[in-house]
């Protein structure tokens, strides 16, 4: 099978940049009390979507990743997720891009290879956005 050199570098130095700067809610200003959205929500809940599908995806394929994409989403939480609420939020779209993907692909095959690189340019994509933003 066709395997990319380094296959989930640029989102790892992606996410490591977006996780170590400031909050992106303190860099952007925070909410009201009363209010938990953010203006960049989306791109988090389709990132956290995004982490569940290759973790998934990535271990059906024998990359033996373990725990690196649940523990990417963990650090994305912690920094991001302010609030049960919020956190579970991230959480729920994590767990569907995980679930969504295990109903569809039971083996590794071409499409499943595709998909994975796919999510990880998009994941790049929305972290250098995000990371882009908060400067």
Request: proline fraction near 4%; glycine fraction near 8%; include cysteine.
């Amino acid at each position: 099978m066709h395997r990319r050199p380094a296959l989930g570098v640029r989102i790892f130095a992606a996410m490591t940049i977006l996780l170590s700067a400031p909050c992106l809610a303190q860099a952007q200003g925070s909410p009201p009390p009363d209010r938990e959205e953010r203006p960049y929500d989306a791109q988090l809940l389709r990132l956290s979507e995004i982490l569940g599908a290759v973790h998934y995806l990535r271990e059906l394929c024998g990359q033996n990743d373990g725990q690196t994409w649940r523990d990417q989403m963990r650090e994305l939480t912690n920094a991001e997720g302010a609030s049960a609420l919020r956190k579970a939020r991230l959480v729920e779209n994590f767990n569907k891009g995980y679930r969504g993907y295990s109903r569809t692909y039971r083996t590794c095959n071409r499409s499943a290879i595709i998909a994975i690189n796919r999510f990880i340019d998009q994941g790049a994509a929305i972290t250098g956005v995000l990371v882009q933003d908060n400067k």
